[in-house]
């Protein structure tokens, strides 16, 4: 059987996976999308294929031979981009650490060394395989060599050729010179394509016979003109496509057998360029460190441990419960760490046969309740808010916060997806931790952590106490060097308790007001199905995309606006929906359908779920480590979401209401983010008109459409409303135009007119894209910083789409900052007053109270004094305070 060889086309492979992956890049910066890619085809090539012999080949920089017959050869190709020139170092250093050898030469190009090593190692005997998508290539295939395309899984030979081409693999060469080459500036015969070439080729055989017998074609008058004038460049693209097969080349065949990798090099590339999947994969294996896990279950020995721990400088503390959720979650035992690879477990609420080694969960409780209540001892945790919402409810109000892993790597990487310990340890320790299913199980089979055998929880429980400790160090010192501590522990730390006694107090839903809303939903949608069902001629399944695509599309021939993703069907999303409308009546009852269906399955129907079995209210959970900007956002339930302007969300919010005898007053903040762009900015009119209470729409229309204030219409109004948020997020004079339905080139009109009078806005935005471009991050009042890893791509869709980042983040993310300030001022605050009023929620820029009714005034007084004071900006903050009976009112 004869030997394999493997010549990769890397110049081609490169720009391949650079344009297949969207753009990549690691934590700081550097672009791998190319690097993946290549890295990817080149060992899915040894795992399925293994090679005996392989090769890399890549295109030097410079002119090849073929310039010097061509001068405009490959002249119109585009530089290379930036993302792409920055990788190719580390792409190179993937081979090397393969052990693949690299192959080069001044003057050629890779196409001509794959010929030449593809013709040696044939008269050598070997099967050649060219690794490559490159059409050219064709011509360089014969009996023992066939081209393999991994990232189509096809594999071209001379049938295949014969097949696609009717031609002979020497034929393509005259095909290829007839019908030219955009993409290298190949001429060809203008006005002969590939099909014509094919064609010509297939009936004449080749290039020299069209032209010997040219007078045959003489009854095609356009293509005999076009060959006729174009014989000569006919001739030279031939020239010009044809590989060289007789480079003289210096590296041996035998320097291409497969060598054992450099696992230890490519381990370094991979963790440096985070992939973190074949950094696991490569990575030397060492000894685990000596850990020792102990289960605690006599209360002597929990003294002693108590005692050790008072002089602790840093406690990391974990619970192990029956429910995610805090406010239903009864503790089944707990986890403490002092020190790295020693831990901790008290088993307190395991029901299994080994129940009875475990202590009385009350007397555990009263034990631990002095150290974890004594602020001297830091706490460290991993989503600590949940651990303090648990033991509160279990009788220890935890103080002494001093560290949460989980948003310390949020303040770190806050674009980046899930913030779990076992990411965190993957990424900090190279540690792969016992995942909660490898204990409790999964799908039908899983069992509660409380039926989970006391030793078995001991390793997992255990590690979870240890493994924060680790990570404490390691994320405390990073955000010491991002100068992003003080953030830490002035804002996200004392937000904690804030929000934990918010989630534990809920607030009071009307469970009738909710059903009713239940109801009034449904019965809409059962009158819209029917209209639904007479307007389309038949009943279907309308939340069915599909169905309702051939019913708009192809029954009633409305005019189709896209495909799906996928290319599967047409597209039925909100957007082409609403243009659909202006054409038939059914996308607007769809529409309606599926707005009155998501309110009702996410609200009124949701929310009576939500009613916690004893307290009788809802208790939201606030998240801080989920939004790239650092808002807060909200789940179980989602309070964001709720429509604000329609009559559906109002109906929603009326159902959120007081206890009897209080009454709920909103604080929200007035404009604020515009606030902040006129602060940054610096911009005089902005600032003027904020000083000056003056409605800054309004004002905008006036200098926009320069007309005096009282002349300005709600429709300008509305306009310049648009125009105002627009701008501060970056929005397009498309996007704009479609907001206020202007044409573009009105839109791109209202928005230079926009900078022109607020210059202030302009220079702000430019010098923020332009500190974002060197830098590679922007950051908000407070010091948070956030990432933008596309802000230099190649791609321009992505950068812009980095750019408008670059823009809005500042904004939105200094907002953010103040209004957790101003939470965790207005907490203290109301500590030191005897009043009884309480901080329920914050939904966006607005935080919601829950107060007696005599101290309405007291309570709206103290909001506005401490939210209007909480940071000194060069425009005044202003709050609008409102009280009402439920929700809707007070808003």
Known sequence: ?????????????????????????????????????????????????????????????????????????????????????????????????????IVEKTGFEADDLIGTYARLAEEKGFAVVMVTGDKDFMQLVTDNAVIWDPMKEEIIDKRAISDKLGLTPIQVIDMLGLAGDTADNIPGVPGVGPKTAQKLIAEHGNMKTIYDNLESLKSKKSLYAKLTDNRDQAFLSRDLVTIDRNVA????????????????????????????????????????????????????????????????????????????????????????????????????????????????????????????????????????????????????????????????????????????????????????????????????????????????????????????????????????????????????????????????????????????????????????????????????????????????????????????????????????????AEHHELPEKILRYRSLGKLKSTYSDALQELIHPETGRIHTSFNQAITATGRLSSSDPNLQNIPIRTNEGKM?????????????????????????????????????????????????????????????????????????????YGMSAFKLAKEINVTRKTAQTYIDSYFARYAGVKRFIDKTIEQAKTTGEVTTILGRKRRLNDINASNVNLRKLAERAAINTPVQGSAADLIKLAMINMDRELKKTPLKSRMLLSVHDEIIFETPLAEKEALMDLARQVMEGVFALKVPLKVNIAAGINWARAH
Request: net charge negative.
């Open 1 to 101: 059987m004869k030997q394999n060889i493997y010549l990769v086309d890397g110049s081609a492979y490169l720009y391949r996976a650079f344009h297949a992956i969207r753009s990549l890049s690691t934590s700081t910066g550097i672009p791998t999308n190319a690097t993946f890619g290549f890295t990817r085809i080149l060992l899915k090539l040894i795992k399925e294929k293994q090679p005996e012999y392989v090769a890399v080949f890549f295109d030097v920089k410079g002119p090849t031979f073929r310039n010097a017959m061509f001068d405009a050869y490959k002249a119109n190709r585009p530089p290379m981009p930036d993302d792409l020139r920055l990788q190719i170092p580390y792409i190179k250093e993937v081979v090397k650490a393969l052990n693949i050898p």
């Open 249 to 580: 080349v210096e590296i041996p065949l035998d320097e291409f057998i497969l060598s054992p990798f450099d696992h230890g090099r490519l381990a370094e590339i991979f963790k440096e360029l985070e992939f973190t999947k074949l950094y696991q994969e490569f990575k030397p294996t060492q000894a685990p460190a000596e850990k020792e896990y102990i289960l605690v279950t006599g209360l002597d020995q929990l003294k002693k441990l108590i005692e050790t721990f008072k002089q602790a400088d840093i406690l990391s503390v974990d619970t192990e419960t029956t429910s995610k959720h805090p406010m239903l979650a009864k503790l089944v035992g707990i986890s403490f760490a002092v020190e790295p690879h020693r831990a901790y477990y008290i088993p307190v609420g395991h029901t299994g046969m080994d129940a009875k080694k475990q202590p009385d969960l009350s007397r555990v409780i009263a034990l631990i309740r002095p150290l974890l209540e004594n602020p001297e001892v830091k706490k460290v945790g991993q989503n600590i808010k949940y651990d303090y919402i648990v033991l509160t409810r279990h009788g220890i109000r935890m103080q002494g916060l001093g560290f949460d892993t989980m948003i310390a790597s949020h303040l770190l990487n806050p674009s980046q997806r899930g913030h779990s310990l076992d990411k965190i340890a993957m990424d900090l320790l190279d540690h792969k931790t016992i995942r909660y299913k490898e204990v409790t199980g999964s799908g039908k089979t899983q069992i509660g952590f409380n039926e989970v055998e006391i030793q078995t929880a001991l390793d997992y429980a255990a590690e979870d106490a240890d493994i924060t400790l680790l990570c404490h160090g390691i994320l405390k010192q990073k955000l010491q060097e991002s100068n992003l501590l003080d953030l830490m522990n002035q804002v996200e730390m004392p937000l904690i308790t804030v929000l934990a006694d918010m989630e534990m107090h809920g607030i009071k839903v009307d469970r009738k007001k909710l059903g009713e809303l239940s109801k009034t939903f449904e019965q809409e949608m059962m009158t819209l199905e029917t209209q639904i069902y007479a307007l389309a001629g038949e009943t279907f399944n309308i939340n069915s995309s599909q169905q309702l695509g051939t019913i708009l599309f192809e029954k009633l021939q409305l005019p189709a606006k896209k495909k799906t993703k996928k290319k599967t069907g047409y597209s039925t999303d909100v957007e082409v929906l609403n243009e659909l």
């Open 652 to 728: 929603i919010r009326e159902a959120f209401v007081p206890e009897p005898g209080h009454i709920l007053v909103a604080a929200d903040y007035s404009q604020i983010e515009l606030r902040l762009l006129a602060h940054f900015a610096e911009d005089e009119i902005l600032i003027q008109s904020f000083r000056n209470d003056e409605d800054i729409h309004t004002r905008t229309a006036a200098e926009v459409f320069q007309a005096f204030p009282e002349f300005i219409t709600e429709d300008l109004r509305r306009q310049a409303k648009a125009i105002n948020f627009g701008i501060m």
